[in-house]
Structure formats: C-alpha cells, structure tokens
C-alpha cells in the first residue's frame, strides 16, 4: 500500500473513490426529490381537495418533512461519529424509502403528515453523512471541491421529481410520485450497500487497525485521501471514545460552531427565498412572466454550477474568500435588479445571483474540512440540519415583506441584507480549524522516509493551523 507519495500520486481518481463520490451525490439527489416531493404534487392534492385540504394546512403539511431533517441531521451526524458512517447512511436510505411508500397509503392528513414527518427525521442525516463520507475517501486537497460536486446533486433531484411528476402525477394520481419515490430509495440503498465502506479512520479510532488495512487493501481509493493518511497514525483502541460533541465547545471551536450554522442557513435562505419567489417578485415589479419564468431557470442552472465551482475554488483560493466574495457579489447582482433593468438583462444578473447562491456548497463542505475528523459528522450535522432553518423561513419572510407597505423593494434589500450579513460572519470564523494548510510529514511505502506535502486549503496562506495533536482538546 502507497502513503501518499507526491512522485507517484496519480491526478486521475481510483475506482473505490469514484464509487464513494458516485454513490454520495446519488443519496443527495435522493435529497433534493425528496425536498421538492410534495411541491410537486401539491397542486393535484389542492385542486382535488384531498382529505379536504386547505392552502394553510398543505403549507404546515409541507413545512413537517422540513422540520423532520433538521431533527435527523443533528442527530444521525452525531450518531455517525458514535457509530460509523456506512451504517447510518444506509439506514437513512432505508428511512426515507420505508415511510415514504407508506405516504403511498395514507388514509388521512394527519397519518400523511405523521409520515412525512418520520420521513424526514430519518433521511435528514443523509446529507452530512454522505459529505463526511466523501471527504474521507477523496484526495484531501480536493474534499471541498467533491463536498460541493455531490451538494449539487440536490438541485438535480429537484428538477429531476418536476419532470417525472408532469407525466406521471395527470396519470396516475398524486399516490403514485411517492410509490416511485420509494422504490428509487430502494435503487439508492442497494447501491450504496455495494459501494460505500466505512471510514478507515472511523475503524482506525475504533482500534479495529487490521480490519482496516484489510478494507484498504480490498477497496481502491486515492492514495492521498485522508482515510489513508489515518493509517499512518498510531492506533489508539480508547480513540472511539473520543469523538464527543463536547470537543465542539472547546475556546477554539465554540464560535465556529455557532458561526457555521448561521452562514449555510443564511446560504438556504437566499437560495430557496429566491428560488420560491422570483417569478412572484418580477412580476410585481412589472416585468412578463416569461421573464419571471426564464430568470427563474437561470437562477437554478447558475446555483447548480455555483455549488461545483466556488467548492473547487474553496480548495484552491480559501473557502473564507470563496463564501464571503459570494455572498456579496450575489448582494450586488440583487441591488443590480432592484434597479429595475431592461428585461434581456433581469435573466442573466439572476444567472449570476444563482451562481453565487452557490456558496450553500462550500458552506456545507467548511466544516468538514475545519473541524477534526473525530467529530466531522456531528459538526456537519448541526450545520445542515440549522441550516433548514432557512429553507423554512425565507418562503414566509419574503410572503410577510411582498404583502407589507415595503413590496418587491423590501425582498430585495432583505436578500441584500441577508447576503452581507453572511459575508460578514464568514469573516468572523476564528482561523484555528483544523490542518488543512499543515506540511505534514507522511511516511511513504517501503522506505519510511517521511515525505512533505500540501494537504489541502480551506483558509489564507496567512492562516495559524494547528497540527493534528494541536486539533483534539
């Protein structure tokens, strides 16, 4: 087995790696038509008035899956770290595919909304875990790049239920969409029982040491991914023990942690306020709706894109630069429509505004790369599970600001405002994260002469990382 020797590292991806990030960004894709599920059958269950639904009660019916997931995530992250990684995703998999065919059968809104609620709260930590998985068994100077490559599989899943439910939902009913919700979570967790392996480090920690080596031996991935470099560290059989959330509350942490949920939610808000509205916004404001409509599809495609190239150039520039000269390019494109510009212009400033929007990729992937591994996944968890909040809140916030006397000009300055104050809290990360700036010494194989390599970049050159002893309290 090689130790990540720069001389022999190959630029291309090993088969066991691309099978991780294959598989990760299929369970997020998974997500993302789970989020949009009931938008896209919302319409069949208002217009045939099933079980006597009102507009407000499908709006409290839609918000429980939400709610669910913030639920999960910040548990399943922390049982992931407990546990193991593989374990928790494919009962995640298994939650979501179980209670979503059950959505098939409801006899009521109550038993729906029950259901969706479970739904939610066991594939909620879907998302975290797959990011935290994925971190550890790619090169460790492109974590954040595939972190926010298989992020972008939510959008994808998106657009992926809207077309399914055009053909299927006039067919054959609202029951149907979730009946093929499920058996596509089914595909899911068949694939992912095939193709994702526990963390070495997870099982490193754990003292399982051989059992280790025999997983890295059996399953080729990166020779500088970071579940390699656990090899290389004395095994510690009490290691297990270690991963408490309490490590999260350490001086050097506490700020981040209460930082980094805060910027991804501010991240969803943005998004999700935008995504939900722009049509809505525009025409207010007196554009056609054929510009409300194509702005909206250049919002997506741009976010899409967004989520894969500012978590590339996270690795390369600093994820601190990359989030925070996002969020405020994204308030200059929103300031730039407000001025009510030509209609051939509306269209590509939301492209831009999308792109940026983007910066929900490496706000998730930061802390999986800030914090040490050991607690990786309750950090992500809390992240992405907060961070729901803003799925939540930005529907309602922009509806409560359209109706007040502020109109279309009062969204635009509070999605102003939202994407500088995020900028701002970016800036406020304390720069004590994790090693990812370190020159580490690695032994190589076959000849135990400690090489020096660069393992990856999440913040400034100026930055002051601690060492991996540096890292645990």
């Avoid at 709610?67 to 009962?91: F, K």
Wanted: hydrophobic residues 50%; positive net charge; aromatic residues 8%.
């Amino acid at each position: 087995m090689a130790f990540l020797d720069p001389s022999l590292e190959s630029t291309a991806m090993r088969s066991g790696s691309r099978k991780v990030v294959l598989t990760s960004m299929a369970v997020i894709v998974l997500d993302g038509f789970d989020v949009l599920l009931f938008g896209a059958v919302l319409s069949s269950l208002l217009t045939t008035k099933q079980w006597g639904m009102t507009p407000a009660q499908a709006g409290f019916l839609g918000s429980l899956s939400m709610i669910g997931m913030l639920v999960g995530a910040t548990l399943v992250g922390y049982l992931a770290d407990r546990y193991g990684r593989r374990p928790l995703l494919l009962t995640c998999i298994l939650f979501f595919s179980v209670f979503t065919a059950l959505c098939t059968f409801a006899p009521n809104a109550e038993v729906f909304g029950l259901l969706r609620l479970c739904s939610g709260f066991g594939f909620g930590g879907a998302l975290p875990t797959a990011i935290s998985v994925t971190m550890e068994y790619v090169r460790v100077d492109r974590r954040q790049s595939y972190g926010g490559m298989i992020i972008a599989g939510s959008p994808i899943g998106g657009a992926l239920v809207a077309v399914i439910a055009v053909f299927v939902v006039p067919w054959l009913g609202w029951r149907a969409m979730f009946l093929i919700a499920s058996v596509v979570g089914l595909m899911v967790l068949v694939v992912a029982w095939r193709n994702i392996p526990e963390s070495l480090a997870y099982l490193v920690r754990r003292g399982q040491l051989e059992k280790a080596r025999r997983l890295a031996d059996s399953f080729p991935i990166d020779d500088s991914a970071e579940s390699l470099r656990a090899l290389s560290e004395p095994a510690d059989g009490d290691a297990g023990r270690k991963a408490s959330p309490r490590i999260l509350l350490v001086p050097k942490f506490r700020l981040a942690m209460i930082l980094f949920p805060l910027v991804a939610a501010g991240a969803v808000l943005l998004t999700y306020g935008l995504n939900t509205w722009i049509p809505t916004i525009l025409a207010s404001a007196g554009y056609e709706m054929s510009t409300g409509l194509i702005s909206l599809i250049g919002f997506d495609i741009g976010n899409a894109v967004g989520m894969v190239a500012l978590s590339r150039w996270a690795d390369r520039l600093g994820a601190r630069r990359v989030i925070a000269g996002g969020f405020l390019v994204a308030a200059v494109g929103v300031g730039a429509a407000m001025l009510h510009p030509a209609p051939a212009v509306v269209p590509a400033l939301l492209v831009l505004v999308g792109f940026c929007a983007g910066v929900v990729g490496p706000a998730f992937a930061f802390p999986g790369v800030y914090f040490p591994a050991e607690v990786r996944g309750t950090a992500l968890g809390l992240t992405v599970g907060l961070s729901r909040l803003g799925g939540i809140i930005a529907p309602v916030m922009a509806g409560l600001i359209v109706g007040s006397i502020l109109g279309v000009t009062g969204v635009f300055i509070a999605f102003i405002a939202v994407a500088c104050l995020c900028a701002v809290l970016v800036a406020l990360i304390p720069r004590t994260g994790r090693t990812d700036l370190d020159r580490q010494p690695v032994p190589t194989s076959g000849t135990g002469v400690a090489q020096t390599i660069v393992v990856g970049r999440t913040d400034d050159a100026r930055d002051e990382q601690p060492g991996p002893e540096q890292a645990r309290p």
